[in-house]
């Protein structure tokens, strides 16, 4: 069993930066696509980004694209996304995940307990 933890989040102003990391333990995630999801109050949790085993590719809600950026260290055993052009609608909580496929979002089974991201206008 793995087990996640994120950091990272804060409080920020609208076109600001967070770097959110997410450490993994227990065992190695180096064979898991990883990814990064988001749930914001009163709406469903959401896809964020997915980055596959070997970081060689990585996808992006089109509400993000351009302004996040998904990466992994998997000698490190953690996984990171770099935030930058926040805006408002950002807010919510975010949540890091472990799964056997980058593509299937529904396939992820070991979450995090998340980490509140707040972008103040």
């Known amino acids: 069993q793995v087990q996640l933890v994120e950091s990272g989040g804060g409080l920020v102003q609208a076109g600001g930066s967070l770097r959110l990391s997410c450490a993994a333990s227990?065992?190695?995630?180096?064979?898991?696509?990883m990814g990064w999801f988001r749930q914001a109050p009163g709406k469903e949790r959401e896809f964020v980004a997915t980055i596959t085993w070997n970081g060689y590719f990585t996808y992006y809600a089109d509400s993000v694209k351009g302004r996040f950026t998904i990466s992994r260290d998997n000698a490190k055993n953690t996984v990171y996304l770099q935030m930058n052009s926040l805006k408002p609608e950002d807010t919510a909580v975010y949540y890091c995940?472990?799964?056997?496929?980058?593509?299937?979002?529904?396939?992820?089974?070991?979450w995090g307990r998340g980490t509140q991201v707040t972008v103040s206008s």
């Open positions: 995940a472990a799964g056997p496929s980058a593509t299937q979002t529904d396939g992820f089974d070991s």
């Open positions: 227990g065992r190695t995630i180096r064979t898991n696509a």
